[in-house]
């Protein structure tokens, strides 16, 4: 079946470098796209999100890029700090035969990211 | 405020024995939602309750695996005739509403399941 996927497993920057984080899906219905942080023993935790009907959107030191054209989102975390450390997973929502999404996430593997100090 | 709760935090049974995990949402959450984290993995989609009922139960592995939400707010995920195979991380997640998507999902720390 249809399924999302990363790129790279781990990424390993100094404190202060800018990370990218990028991802890979298969599936053109989906409308919706969210990127998840976990850490050790944790549920996943929101960080992010964009819909399908825009390219680009910024939070807080973070910015999720999507590509339509090429299927492909990436998550960019700028002047990355020790506690950003942890697994990045991101996900795509679409719904059930192509009609409205309802939540229903579909995970990619996850990126382990590491910051040294 | 509190978040969404599991318990037990973790669960270690014997092959062939029987389970329940729950989940208490976010208050006034309408949509609940299950999945399962092996190892390495990413989060994998289980049942989907919008209110009392399960909108969609697609990705129940067999039909060992129940879940309910009688009242609309309380979730139990049940495990009958537990193999080693499903020994997991197993998640529940609340959000606002259900229908349209876009709604943020709120998650829990999760059950961890561990199957002698």
């Known amino acids: 079946g249809e399924s999302v996927g990363l790129h790279l497993p781990t990424l390993s920057v100094q404190e202060g470098d800018n990370s990218i984080i990028n991802c890979a899906y298969s599936n053109s219905a989906s409308d919706y796209f969210i990127w998840y942080k976990q850490e050790s023993g944790k549920g996943p935790q929101f960080i992010i999100d964009?819909?399908?009907?825009?390219d680009k959107r910024q939070g807080q030191r973070v910015t999720v890029l999507l590509n339509k054209t090429v299927k492909h989102l990436s998550l960019q975390i700028a002047a990355t700090q020790p506690g950003d450390s942890a697994v990045y997973f991101c996900?795509?929502?679409?719904?059930?035969?192509?009609?409205?999404?309802?939540?229903?996430?579909?995970f990619g593997q996850g990126t382990i990211l590491t910051v040294h100090p | 405020g509190a978040g969404v709760s599991q318990t037990p935090s973790n669960k270690v049974t014997e092959k062939g024995k029987y389970v329940e995990l729950r989940c208490d949402p976010i208050s006034g959450h309408t949509a609940l939602y299950w999945y399962r984290q092996s190892l390495g993995q990413g989060p994998e989609f289980l049942i989907y309750f919008q209110g009392t009922g399960a909108a969609d139960d697609s990705g129940l592995p067999n039909d060992r695996f129940f879940a309910v939400r009688p009242e609309g707010s309380v979730s139990t995920l049940k495990i009958q005739r537990t193999e080693r195979g499903d020994s997991a991380v197993y998640l529940c997640?609340?959000?606002?509403f259900g229908v349209g998507g876009g709604n943020e999902q709120f998650f829990g720390p999760g059950t961890r399941l561990t199957v002698l």
């Open positions: 996900a795509e929502n679409y719904g059930p035969d192509g009609g409205t999404s309802y939540g229903k996430l579909t």
């Open positions: 997640a609340s959000s606002l």
């Open positions: 964009i819909r399908s009907n825009m």
